[in-house]
């Protein structure tokens, strides 16, 4: 059998990512705060549209909090954030979901957003649902979905093309060797550029930012799944703490430019709805 040269092997490879090439450079964006290079094969109005429609489809029999203190102050915190974004044209609005035992919150591409009741309780304060709300809202301004949905069908396109002719096994292989190296990595850092952007927006709406470190470390006591985290899509809860930490100085920064007064040390206790405001 006559021995196939590496050039004609990888031919059809080369020809694959020098079309991606080109489609990345039509559809390269900039995250705002920290700078990163995406592509999204999505435009913002896109992502308006798409989110608008599994929005409506998500809260389909959604039992919602229609009036009260909790209401007010989740759209309090809506309002802050959002007017210090980095998304214009967006559609922001927020609807507070009656489910206690959901500890959970969730931002769709364009600004629409729901954060269920069972996250208060451990948010404790509005400035604790400022780090919550912070980081979905980050989300959808850093245009984490579409962005996801560019990717995984680039990676879906390439794998197909380079192993139109391998056998089963080695398909099989590729594809779990795509969620540990590609997919599952590309979440984690998502949820920590997330954690990133919340933290400057919250800062920069006049929420203390080192209420941020407190509230996963309420999170980290409500214990997980025990997955590792190399197999999960989100940092641990140590990991996140550990990195706000670390951008703290500047979120501070933000703070005391966004209050005009130094950060005092942070109270203990405060009812829901009438804390960490300016």
Request: proline content about 5%; glycine content about 10%.
């Amino acid at each position: 059998m006559k021995a196939r040269s590496l050039s004609s092997v990888f031919r059809p490879c080369r020809a694959w990512v020098a079309g991606i090439a080109l489609l990345s450079l039509a559809s390269c964006v900039t995250t705002p705060i920290t700078g990163r290079s995406a592509w999204n094969s999505f435009s913002p109005a896109e992502d308006v549209q798409l989110g608008a429609e599994a929005y409506e489809e998500q809260l389909k029999g959604a039992k919602l909090v229609t009036s009260g203190a909790q209401k007010e102050m989740v759209e309090r915190v809506m309002k802050r954030i959002s007017a210090v974004t980095d998304a214009p044209g967006f559609q922001w609005e927020v609807r507070l979901i009656d489910e206690p035992k959901t500890v959970n919150a969730f931002c769709m591409p364009g600004g629409k957003m729901a954060v269920y009741t069972g996250i208060l309780p451990v948010a404790q304060t509005e400035t604790g649902l400022a780090v919550v709300m912070g980081h979905e809202i980050a989300h959808a301004v850093a245009r984490h979905g579409t962005e996801r949905v560019s990717q995984e069908m680039l990676l879906q396109t390439g794998l197909g093309l380079a192993l139109q002719n391998a056998k089963e096994s080695t398909q099989a292989l590729a594809l779990v060797g795509k969620e540990l190296l590609v997919s599952l990595p590309w979440g984690r850092m998502q949820e920590s550029e997330a954690d990133h952007i919340g933290l400057m927006y919250m800062a920069r709406a006049g929420y203390d930012p080192r209420e941020a470190v407190e509230f996963w470390k309420r999170m980290g006591a409500l214990g997980g799944s025990g997955t590792p985290q190399f197999l999960s899509t989100h940092p641990s809860d140590e990991t996140r703490a550990s990195q706000l930490k670390k951008l703290m100085p500047k979120a501070l920064a933000e703070y005391e430019k966004a209050t005009g007064k130094a950060a005092a040390p942070p109270t203990k206790g405060v009812a829901p709805g009438t804390g960490g405001g300016k």
